[in-house]
């Protein structure tokens, strides 16, 4: 710790003397910027210390580490600030985890496990006001994606507002009083930017007449001379819309500000953006509020019916602008576009039926240019096609099942159509978007989608092989679970070729990162309890797939292969139990009764770790087993790891989970001490 603290201070003049006994080393070396280096490694260090060992840092964070990240933050070069910055965004994001974790405890009735020393709120006096003023250092060009200290400044202090709540507004108002109208546009843009920063956290009573006061004058800054402040104003009305949404909805103040976010889509890239997502929040909120808490119903009206084509034909001219690939303004103009469509009052619908003609028809045009496509419009137009399967996916959901019967043989051609390319390899790189646009119609047309299936697996096949592009695969995993979910045994002709591909998957495939295996893992449980008791010439050749890949690796990847594992045995068990176990197949499940027990050992250790589900899924195999070899797996399962986490999903707030963890201990007490299944616990580990 003494040596990161003090490297945090370079220039050092023992640096250069590391080099004395290599003479020719330091001839053109730039020992400033060495300097400069260590010092952001050494910064970048104490951001991970107080990361990792949050708990032993009391000690430190008054002689040193506050000092080291104030001085940081202080400092003339971006590459140090950002470093001071993100140690604060880093204690704050700490500090949100321990209050979720002590109100856990105090609903438990228990004293939580680690302690907030508040370092926060502590320092807040003099980290608020260095972060305000870094909020003021915008370049004056747009740096498009680059990360600078302005941003980094506004993102600490969103933490900021989430750890400390109420405590912030105090320190952030003044600064905004003060400056949102000053002459220089950077502190202008500061005190919008600020202001914006500190919507989320506190209690919203205490905002709602801040916001009613500052409102009509962020609204009158989207037609500010300075392009950087009309981004930051739609940024803001776009969070007061979500956060403070009472404050937009009063009849004169949403008018108004329905026609400016209006005049602003046609501006600069970056101010369209922050319009567009702007207009589906309000969007949103409109919709909530004319459901009037009754969230099971389409409401007939809402206040945006009146307007409700003609701004989405605008957000659909706009996501087709020339310049729309830039600060992500297709993204939020077609997301604006689902925002309208899903939260569509019936007074919008014919709207919307006409909507969906009209994407379905844009995707039609682009697939009949695609044989003189350049290599460059093809990266343009396949852009295109994954943003119109998103819409068409939202339009799709919202019709009635008479309305979807006239444009469902339509849609499922475009998505064969387009996965045909990929088989081609003149792909549009539209293939993940299209694969889950046929799960949604096979999950609306149930029994009226069946007849595609046939013709759909030799895509499906295809996309299971595409090892290296995991966003297909998963894609098509998703389809082949949905598939089995929905027409069980009446797919069995299809199984084999699908469980070759699943398994080659899970064994074979190199996925270091997880992206792929455990979702494979998990559709194997899919198919064996959609197969049901037809599975059986499976199980042992996927149990044993499932135990050689049972091997601890990294920490995150491996709870997500846990979990897949554990939920896949749960699928396999209840697919083989039918009406009941049979001898026959209590033989198979008794052969990986050690294996399946190992693996809720691991769970039971790692309980705090571990999400619900997996917990779900052991207290489920838990109770099958109980029932399934009663006493004889006695041994095996009355541990006190065990009854541990099961009495602690007990009181989880997952209504399965808590289910499950009941089932299970009610299971164990039936028990009886005799066991032929093991002699001891310490075997299973």
């Known amino acids: 710790m003494t040596v990161v603290c003090e490297a945090t201070q370079a220039p050092d003049s023992r640096v250069p003397s590391l080099f004395l006994f290599c003479p020719t080393f330091h001839l053109g070396f730039n020992f400033n910027e060495l300097s400069l280096q260590l010092k952001i490694m050494a910064l970048q260090c104490v951001v991970k210390i107080i990361q990792y060992y949050y708990d032993f840092m009391q000690p430190y964070m ?10 940081a933050m202080s400092s003339d070069t971006a590459e140090v600030v950002l470093q001071g910055v993100e140690f604060w965004s880093t204690v704050c994001e700490a500090e949100i985890n321990l209050s979720y974790e002590e109100a856990e405890a105090r609903d438990e009735d228990r004293i939580p496990t680690h302690k907030s020393f508040k370092f926060v709120l502590e320092h807040l006096a003099y980290v608020a006001p260095s972060l305000l003023q870094l909020l003021t250092r915008q370049p004056d060009q747009d740096e498009g994606d680059d990360w600078v200290p302005s941003k ?3 993102v600490c202090l969103m933490l900021i507002a989430q750890c400390v709540q109420d405590e912030v507004v105090p320190h952030v108002v003044p600064f905004v009083g003060t400056n949102i109208q000053n002459t220089d546009w950077h502190y202008r843009d500061a005190a919008c930017v600020a202001f914006g920063s500190i919507l989320e956290g506190p209690e919203p009573s205490r905002l709602k007449g801040m916001v009613d006061q500052a409102y009509d004058i962020i609204l009158a800054m989207m037609a500010d ?12 009305v776009q969070r007061i819309c979500q956060l403070v949404r009472e404050a937009v909805m009063t009849p004169e103040r949403f008018k108004n500000t329905v026609l400016i976010l209006r005049q602003n889509l046609a501006g600069a890239p970056r101010v369209a953006a922050n319009v567009s997502w702007a207009l589906g929040t309000l969007a949103q909120a409109s919709y909530e509020v004319a459901q009037q808490n009754n969230h099971n119903v389409i409401p007939e009206t809402y206040a945006l019916s009146p307007v409700f084509a003609e701004i989405v034909e605008q957000l659909f001219a706009t996501a087709f602008r020339p310049e729309s690939a830039q600060n992500n303004l297709r993204t939020a103009a077609f997301g604006a576009v689902g925002d309208f469509i899903s939260q569509s009052p019936n007074d919008c619908y014919l709207a919307v039926q006409k909507n969906t003609v009209q994407v379905l028809g844009q995707l039609q045009s682009i697939l009949e240019k695609e044989p003189t496509l350049s290599s460059h419009e093809r990266h343009q137009y396949g852009d295109y096609c994954q943003h119109l399967l998103g819409v068409l996916q939202t339009a799709l959901k919202r019709l009635t099942h008479s309305d979807l019967a006239h444009v469902a043989q339509n849609s499922i051609h475009v998505c064969y159509q387009l996965l045909e390319l990929h088989r081609l390899q003149r792909s549009f790189q539209a293939e993940p978007e299209a694969l889950l646009c046929l799960q949604v119609l096979l999950e609306l047309m149930a029994d009226d989608f069946f007849k595609y299936v046939e013709g759909l697996n030799p895509h499906i096949h295809l996309a299971l092989t595409c090892y290296s592009e995991h966003s297909i695969v998963n894609g098509a995993l998703s389809l082949v679970g949905e598939i089995c979910r929905n027409y069980e045994t009446r797919v069995i002709a299809f199984v084999p070729d699908y469980i070759d591909r699943v398994v080659r998957l899970i064994s074979q495939v190199n996925d270091p990162s997880g992206l792929v295996k455990p979702k494979a893992i998990q559709t194997l449980g899919d198919i064996a309890i959609s197969l049901g008791t037809q599975y059986y010439n499976y199980a042992v050749m996927s149990f044993e797939c499932l135990r050689s890949i049972a091997v601890p690796q990294d920490h995150d990847v491996w709870l997500d292969i846990l979990d897949a594992i554990l939920d896949a045995c749960v699928g396999i068990i209840n697919g083989l139990k039918g009406d009941g176990f049979t001898e026959t197949t209590k033989s198979v499940i008794r052969a990986y009764v050690h294996f399946i027990i190992g693996l ?3 769970v039971a250790n790692d309980a705090s770790s571990v999400p619900d ?20 797996i006695a041994t095996l399962v009355e541990r006190d790891d065990f009854y541990a986490f099961l009495n602690k999903g007990k009181r989880s707030t997952n209504a ?3 289910g499950f963890c009941n089932w299970a201990l009610k299971e164990m007490k ?3 001490p005799a066991s032929s299944l093991g002699r001891n616990a310490a075997a299973t580990r």
């Open 670 to 672: 039936k028990l009886k």
């Open 656 to 658: 399965k989970t808590k």
């Open 62 to 71: 008054q002689k040193a580490l506050f000092p080291i990240s104030y001085q």
């Open 152 to 154: 980094a400044a506004s």
């Open 613 to 632: 589900g997996t917990i779900s899924s052991s207290a489920a195999i838990i109770g099958e087993f109980c029932q399934m070899f009663k006493s004889d």
């Open 600 to 602: 809720i050992a691991h």
């Open 225 to 236: 001379p300075s392009v950087a402040v009309r981004d930051s104003a739609a940024w803001v």
